[in-house]
């Protein structure tokens, strides 16, 4: 168990972990590391970059577990999870290495979890902070993956998240590598009837680079979101 203390100062006893999924985050992973440390035990999967990520991460006090080749965010969060399952923490914190997450938030994110006691806690943006093109493609995702889901979703795309085990291993046979493993996760949490909940976070855009394929990420965001559409109406047929 590690004393953690929340926003207000108030001690939080927990065994959860800071996952960090990096891929070529050379010159922001350490500074993310560093600030999540002061939080959590933190793990860093290497997701196959051809630069320094790894040795870095490691360098700022990360355990570091190396996948390759690179496979996609959904394949390195399953291998961390996998990694915290083994280890038996309880819920891991999810955030990038790119420093859109700021580290000083994750006291939100243990107070929640403590108060709640959610399966799924998810950092929500404010998209009105984002440049124009992305605050469109979030608002209008937001909206079909409401809309598929049945029910209100204030930021599918987040990253920023806690998750808790039974969570973590109700995800483990999914077969999304890339970023739609994360819209995938709240369809199940939903599906599965475990609590979802929601924090808000800073909406941070510093000119950092994407790893994101526009046309591919949006032909398969829309097959999720099908997908999660055709789930919930099967659901509905079930229960009544």
């Given amino acids: 168990m590690i004393p953690v203390r929340s926003e207000q100062g108030r001690p939080i006893m927990t065994r959860i972990l800071a996952l960090i999924p990096a891929y070529n985050e050379q010159e922001r992973v350490a500074d993310v590391v560093r600030g999540a440390s002061t939080h959590l035990p933190i793990l860093v999967v290497d997701d196959g970059s051809a630069d320094d990520t790894a040795a870095r991460?490691?360098?700022?006090?990360?355990?570091?577990?190396?996948?390759?080749?690179?496979?996609?965010?959904?394949?390195?969060?399953?291998?961390?999870?996998?990694?915290?399952?083994?280890?038996?923490?309880?819920?891991?914190?999810?955030?990038d290495a790119d420093g859109q997450h700021d580290p000083a938030e994750i006291p939100?994110?243990?107070?929640?979890?403590?108060?709640?006691?959610?399966?799924?806690?998810?950092?929500?943006?404010?998209?009105?902070?984002?440049?124009?093109?992305?605050?469109?493609?979030?608002t209008l995702g937001q909206r079909l993956f409401s809309w598929a889901l049945g029910q209100p979703v204030r930021d599918n795309?987040?990253?920023?998240?806690?998750?808790?085990?039974?969570?973590?291993?109700?995800?483990?046979?999914?077969?999304?590598?890339?970023?739609?493993?994360?819209?995938?996760?709240?369809?199940?949490?939903?599906?599965?009837?475990?609590?979802?909940?929601?924090?808000?976070?800073?909406?941070?855009?510093?000119?950092?680079?994407s790893h994101v394929r526009p046309v591919q990420h949006t032909l398969n965001f829309l097959r999720v979101?099908?997908?999660?559409?055709?789930?919930?109406?099967?659901?509905?047929r079930v229960r009544f």
């Fill in 108 to 138: 939100r994110f243990l107070e929640a979890y403590t108060s709640a006691k959610a399966d799924l806690i998810i950092g929500a943006r404010d998209f009105r902070q984002m440049p124009f093109s992305r605050r469109l493609a979030n």
């Fill in 225 to 236: 979101v099908w997908q999660t559409r055709q789930r919930v109406r099967r659901a509905r």
């Fill in 57 to 95: 991460a490691e360098a700022a006090g990360a355990q570091v577990l190396r996948q390759q080749p690179n496979q996609g965010k959904g394949a390195a969060l399953r291998a961390g999870f996998r990694w915290a399952l083994d280890a038996d923490y309880e819920a891991v914190i999810t955030l």
């Fill in 157 to 209: 795309q987040s990253g920023y998240r806690l998750i808790s085990r039974r969570l973590m291993e109700a995800v483990l046979d999914s077969g999304e590598h890339g970023f739609e493993f994360e819209v995938e996760m709240i369809t199940i949490c939903v599906e599965r009837g475990f609590t979802l909940a929601w924090v808000p976070i800073r909406t941070i855009y510093a000119g950092e680079s």
